[in-house]
């Protein structure tokens, strides 16, 4: 066992990689039962989807060095307050977006599938100073409201550029859905998608791994471009059991292609905002989450849509320099303990 953790201790990116497909693809299976029906397996696709977060909980727990410090109280007042609101906005999602009715089966139920959700969110108050400071900038706005509202807009932006695009060459996106529902009605739908796609799981439990853990270590060797190309072939990948269950035809190539198109200038768009934001993973899961209610309400033109997303990410990486390594002490690469820790501290004040 020692062994083990020395390992990982001391090859944590290969780590975080292994511990992540090993619990998502581990519960691969519970996708396709979830999506045949069997309800009960929803506890496991959560789980499972949260597989990016809980790799890095469990690699900061054995690379720990400190003491533990606090109580236990903060942790569970977080883990409550997240359990609470992670259930209402499960709730909503169901009730208002699959239109499943109301029931006190269904929200028991509900409050026992997002635990996992709500561990990783109370996580942000744990007693191992390892953790607490990988997960602190999940809830952090404090100096990051510029960069949040901008990752709001981020995606979106790209959407619309790339509908009047495609306008412009008679290829309009259609809507997957005829809503009934307009202006604040509207609107009160697209919030409720987007706080949905925001604890299920963009943020909770994919971006607290692939951004908030992975990518400060990729870069404290390599640039933030070479850095994102690497996340996103394994995040594209990641998604396999997922898209299986969905009835998405993974046995095409074609189809491939596409996500490759679409996730890759994603991936960097993502990273930008994460080191724009001075490593913050709430702005990183609003970007991520921002980017799907679309994917929700449009067939969106699959052509033009990359090409779009290509080419907001080559600005991006041509006005920030993407190509070259980030300096040591920025707060978006990751510090080996003991190392500047104070400066990343008060940079995170």
């Not at 003991?338 to 995170?348: A, D, H, T, Y």
Request: charged share 10%; proline share 5%; hydrophobic share 55%.
């Amino acid at each position: 066992m020692n062994k083990l953790t020395d390992w990982i201790k001391r090859h944590q990116i290969i780590a975080f990689f292994v511990i992540t497909f090993a619990i998502t693809w581990g519960l691969g299976f519970s996708y396709s039962a979830f999506y045949k029906g069997q309800i009960l397996m929803a506890p496991l696709v959560f789980v499972a989807t949260c597989g990016p977060a809980l790799a890095g909980i469990i690699i900061s727990i054995i690379s720990n060095t400190q003491p533990k410090q606090g109580t236990r109280k903060a942790f569970w007042i977080a883990f409550f307050i997240a359990w609470v609101v992670a259930a209402l906005v499960c709730i909503a999602g169901l009730t208002v977006l699959d239109h499943v009715a109301l029931s006190p089966v269904l929200i028991g139920f509900t409050f026992v599938t997002v635990v996992p959700v709500a561990f990783v969110i109370g996580a942000t108050h744990s007693r191992i100073p390892a953790v607490k400071r990988y997960l602190a900038t999940l809830l952090r706005l404090r100096g990051v409201w510029g960069w949040a509202l901008l990752a709001l807009v981020l995606f979106p932006a790209a959407l619309l550029l790339s509908v009047l695009q495609s306008g412009l060459l008679g290829r309009q996106p259609t809507a997957v859905h005829q809503f009934q529902e307009t202006g604040l009605a509207l609107i009160g739908l697209v919030t409720v998608k987007f706080f949905y796609q925001f604890f299920f799981f963009n943020a909770t439990g994919e971006e607290t791994g692939w951004r908030g853990f992975a990518l400060p270590r990729l870069q404290a060797r390599i640039s933030p471009l070479v850095a994102s190309l690497i996340i996103a072939l394994f995040w594209i990948n990641w998604h396999w059991f997922l898209w299986q269950a969905e009835g998405n035809p993974i046995f095409s190539w074609q189809y491939w292609i596409v996500q490759y198109a679409l996730h890759i200038p994603a991936s960097v768009i993502i990273g930008w905002s994460y080191n724009r934001s001075k490593g913050s993973i709430l702005v990183a899961g609003i970007a991520h989450a921002a980017a799907n209610p679309a994917d929700g309400f449009l067939n969106l033109d699959l052509t033009v849509f990359p090409l779009t997303l290509a080419f907001v990410a080559l600005v991006l990486i041509l006005v920030d320099r993407m190509w070259k390594k980030l300096s040591s002490d920025h707060p978006a690469v990751y510090q080996t303990p003991g190392i500047n820790e104070k400066n990343v501290e008060l940079s995170q004040q």
